[in-house]
């Protein structure tokens, strides 16, 4: 089983910067993508980033594209989610999520979910 705590959610203002982690527990994620979603008010679940565990590769979604940058640390189990230049429509509730074997924004195909740290970004 995989366990995953996000951290460091917040209410900034907006240009402002503000860093989300993930610690991961339970299993080897050799094999893993992992992924970081939202879901903002009245919303249905975003795909936001995702990396594979193995060899760092990452996706973002076009309305982040330059803006977040997802990393990943092996000696702390840590998926990390920087946020730069927030915007009033990045606000909303983040979630890591871990799947296994699939390279995909499809949150469907991640069975495996932490429990949401929220993101408020003022204007």
């Known amino acids: 089983q995989v366990q995953l705590v996000e951290s460091g959610g917040g209410l900034v203002q907006v240009g402002d910067s503000l860093r989300l982690s993930c610690v991961a527990s339970g299993r080897t994620f050799s094999a893993y993508t992992m992924g970081w979603f939202r879901q903002a008010p009245g919303k249905g679940r975003e795909f936001v980033a995702r990396?594979?565990?193995?060899?760092?590769?990452?996706a973002y979604a076009d309305a982040v594209k330059g803006r977040f940058t997802i990393s990943r640390d092996y000696a702390k189990y840590t998926v990390d989610l920087q946020m730069n230049s927030l915007k009033p429509e990045d606000t909303a509730v983040y979630y890591c999520?871990?799947?296994?074997?699939?390279?995909?924004?499809?949150?469907?195909?991640?069975?495996?979910w932490g429990q949401g740290t929220q993101v408020t970004v003022s204007s």
């Open positions: 999520a871990a799947s296994a074997g699939y390279w995909t924004d499809n949150g469907s195909l991640y069975p495996y």
């Open positions: 990396i594979r565990w193995t060899g760092g590769t990452t």
